[in-house]
């Protein structure tokens, strides 16, 4: 069946330095790539998204490109924030998976210093 | 502003009880889910329903049950069936995928912290 992979956390980084949150996938047909941030005590918010190959999701400084050859959707940040700190959740969703119901990826944690 | 609205925020719950957590909605979605997220674990889907009056298992429906009677609301209640439910829940909605697409994601609400005391 379908599925997401993410590595694995924690990730510390220190402010101001370049970021990138590894997520692949694997899906029938062609799904719609999505990255849902979780604030810590919050529930999760859309950060961004891609639905077709080669597209670019973009929002607060946060990249994602839809690459079906590699079947990936990395997360990159130029330089991140103590504010980035989150747990950061890579998801799928396909009409050839129940109905397109959303598929996640176990999620990463992001801890930046000052 | 239209939203997803989960409450309480907390709750707690003596052993052997039953206890309703209440999620609405006012942004017109037919579909609608609810999770389980455990410290440092992932989401895990307990249950969902696609359309008003019909709702689904999901990987960890056991010791939970829910009713769709309304459109905008989709409330889960903790059995005492459930043997460990301290938890962070989390309820979401979204349009439905046959319907609409799969280019929509899912909206959240802000979680209940569920608390076994």
């Known amino acids: 069946g379908d599925s997401v992979t993410q590595m694995e956390g924690p990730v510390t980084l220190s402010e101001e330095a370049f970021l990138t949150i590894n997520c692949t996938y694997t899906?029938?047909?062609?799904?719609?790539l999505f990255w849902y941030v979780q604030y810590p005590g919050e529930g999760l918010q859309l950060l961004l998204k891609a639905t077709k190959a080669d597209d670019k999701g973009s929002n607060k400084g946060f990249e994602a490109t839809y690459r079906k050859e590699t079947t990936s959707f990395h997360l990159e940040k130029g330089s991140v924030q103590v504010s980035d700190s989150a747990v950061y959740f890579c998801?799928?969703?396909?009409?050839?998976?129940?109905?397109?119901?959303?598929?996640f990826g176990q999620g990463t944690e992001l801890s930046v210093k000052p | 502003d239209g939203g997803i609205t989960q409450s309480p925020k907390y709750l707690f719950r003596k052993e052997g009880q039953n206890v309703t957590l209440s999620c609405e909605q006012n942004?017109?979605?037919?579909?609608m889910y609810w999770y389980r997220q455990d410290p440092g674990q992932g989401l895990r889907l307990i249950y969902y329903s696609q359309i008003v009056n019909d709702f689904q298992k999901g990987d960890i429906a056991e010791g939970y049950s829910v009713s769709r009677e309304k459109k905008e609301s989709f409330p889960l209640t903790v059995t005492s069936a459930q043997k460990n439910p301290t938890a962070f829940y989390l309820c979401a909605s979204s349009a439905r995928g046959q319907r609409y697409g799969i280019g929509y994601g899912y909206t959240f609400g802000s979680g209940t912290r569920l608390t076994v005391v």
């Open positions: 998801a799928l969703r396909s009409l050839y998976n129940q109905g397109g119901k959303l598929i």
């Open positions: 942004l017109n979605h037919d579909a």
């Open positions: 899906a029938t047909g062609y799904p719609s």
